[in-house]
């Protein structure tokens, strides 16, 4: 049997309620989704490590059978190969996402030769404001942010 396969790649400096949304929302597509993290080989300010933002991704889905969470390194549409999944999945929240997203989507496929295909899933309208960047200047000013946490 032929596995179908998503990646959903990101920073997740703080994996918020955005996130979830989108793994939730993307999981009904696949046999298996894998949530790469970016490692810690990116220079991001107050990037916290890879392994810290893994573990707390793995434990929102330590019942779901079908989720795995893995730190990635380099382009994401190597890590996809890699996992053998032939879809990226990508949460869009404005015409400036789209934009990037479209043409990121455009290299991956001719990186790829057309083998990895973006799906790009459009924000809930409650949710489209909320960002991880967001939620650090939040943090930093001392507002409670559980509300944008799942």
């Known amino acids: 049997m032929n596995q ?5 790649v990101g920073s997740f400096n703080p994996f918020t309620v955005g996130h979830d949304n989108i793994v939730r929302r993307a999981l009904p597509l696949f046999d298996r ?33 079908r989720i795995e969470v893995k730190p990635y390194y380099g382009l994401a549409v190597d890590f996809a190969r890699q996992e053998g999944a032939r879809f990226i999945v ?9 934009e990037y ?7 991956n496929r001719q990186i790829s030769q057309g083998q990895v295909e973006t799906i790009l899933l459009f924000a809930d309208a409650q949710l489209a404001s909320v960002s991880s960047s967001v ?9 409670d942010v559980k509300p944008f946490l799942p």
């Open 33 to 65: 989704l894998v949530i790469g993290v970016v490692g810690d080989n990116v220079q991001k300010p107050g990037l916290v490590p890879a392994q810290q933002r893994m573990q707390a991704i793995s434990q929102l889905y330590a019942g779901e059978t």
């Open 90 to 98: 990508k949460g869009v929240r404005s015409v400036k996402d789209f």
């Open 135 to 143: 939620v650090r200047e939040l943090q930093h000013f001392g507002v």
């Open 101 to 107: 997203e479209r043409e990121q989507a455009d290299i």
């Open 4 to 8: 179908k396969t998503g990646v959903f």
